[in-house]
């Protein structure tokens, strides 16, 4: 679930790197997911509006972390707390 349908990932241990895969579909309109690390909390809560996505994330300190988007670009997000709009 955390995977598939909220799109939360770790690419390094104790999620030192973390993907965040946004995939809207199957009639969700938003989903949402968190991991406390050891080493601190990620998550991602992704809404889908008329015509765009909205992606929150939060990444632990110390962590690098990026959105890869359904059409292949990537965006990568700072530590903290971020709100990423995209058109759909």
Known sequence: M??????????????????????PGGGL????AAHQSPYGR??????????????????????SARIEWPDGSVTNVPTGTTTTLRPT
């Not at 104790?14 to 895969?21: D, L, M, P, Q, T």
């Open 2 to 23: 955390h995977t598939t349908v909220a799109g939360l990932s770790t690419a390094a241990p104790g999620y030192g790197e973390v993907v965040f895969r946004p995939r």
């Open 29 to 32: 309109t938003w989903a949402e």
């Open 42 to 63: 990620v998550a991602i809560r992704r809404e889908l509006h008329a015509s765009r996505i909205e992606v929150r994330t939060t990444v632990r300190t110390g962590a």
